[in-house]
């Protein structure tokens, strides 16, 4: 079984652009951490999109579009898997975006969204076989219950952007402020993920894509407060020791 890892942003927009660079990152580090082969052989970079002009109007045939996506279908196989970055990353949308997964669904390709896990197959496969063996649905109903699963995922996700962008846009526009998190904010840092993430960096314990799926944060997230954990324990420890030298330098004073 192969593993391969797609990189959307190609063309005029890689390999030289910082977008480029977060999906190459991602999957590389993910590679890491999963001890899977990261080399040429199984990464896929999309080139721009192909078009053509019919009577000064652009038309997109999804069929050819993307001919790096058609050349790695035509190589995987049953058990092999994809990995993207967030589900932006999938060449294709809308309703042929669901069509196209649910295709590769059913023939057993596995998909990975790394910042997006709730649409990656194993999980959704996971869902129904629990949902299975609570009783909640039968064999009969697996295909709708999935079809369901996938089609709801699909908007939330997209409603879910598309509102997130509005309320940012029009909260910059009435405020005058510049967007993005305060410096040092963590609104999301709850004691048990400090636990999860001392785990995993002091003893390797886990993984990064099971502190994501548990605590429903972005790889992002994640490792910005990794980042941020580790400058604070790091001031923290300089502090310690120097308060321990200040105290033996007292010490040492009234012993002579």
């Not at 294709?92 to 596995?110: N, R, S, V």
């Not at 029009?170 to 510049?178: L, Q």
């Not at 321990?244 to 004073?253: L, P, S």
Request: glycine share 8%; net charge negative; hydrophobic share 30%.
């Amino acid at each position: 079984m192969s593993v391969y890892f797609y990189i959307k942003r190609g063309g005029q927009e890689g390999p030289d652009k910082p977008k480029y660079y977060k999906e190459e990152n991602a999957l590389r580090e993910y590679a890491y951490e999963n001890d899977l082969e990261y080399s040429l052989d199984f990464i896929v970079v999309e080139t721009q999109q192909e078009s053509r002009h019919w009577d000064n109007e652009i038309e997109i045939n999804p069929e050819w579009e993307k001919p790096e996506w058609r050349d790695l279908e035509l190589r995987m196989r049953d058990g092999d898997s994809v990995v993207f970055k967030d589900f932006s990353c999938f060449p294709f949308d809308g309703e042929f975006g669901y069509a196209k997964y649910m295709e590769l669904y059913d023939k057993g390709i596995e998909l990975v969204f790394i910042d997006d896990p709730s649409l990656s197959t194993e999980y959704i496969r996971n869902i129904v076989l629990e949902a299975i063996d609570n009783e909640i649905i039968d064999g009969s109903s697996v295909n709708d219950a999935v079809r369901l699963h996938v089609y709801a995922e699909f908007n939330r996700i997209g409603q879910a952007r598309s509102a997130k962008g509005k309320r940012i846009k029009d909260g910059v526009a009435a405020s005058g402020k510049k967007s993005g998190r305060k410096e040092g904010q963590f609104d999301k840092l709850t004691p048990e993920l400090v636990r999860d993430i001392e785990y995993y960096v002091d003893y390797g314990g886990g993984k990064k894509i099971d502190i994501m799926y548990k605590h429903d944060i972005s790889r992002n997230t994640l490792n910005t407060y990794i980042r941020r954990l580790g400058e604070y324990r790091k001031k923290f420890d300089e502090m310690w020791e120097k308060e321990k030298d200040n105290k033996e330098d007292r010490q040492d004073g009234k012993n002579t």
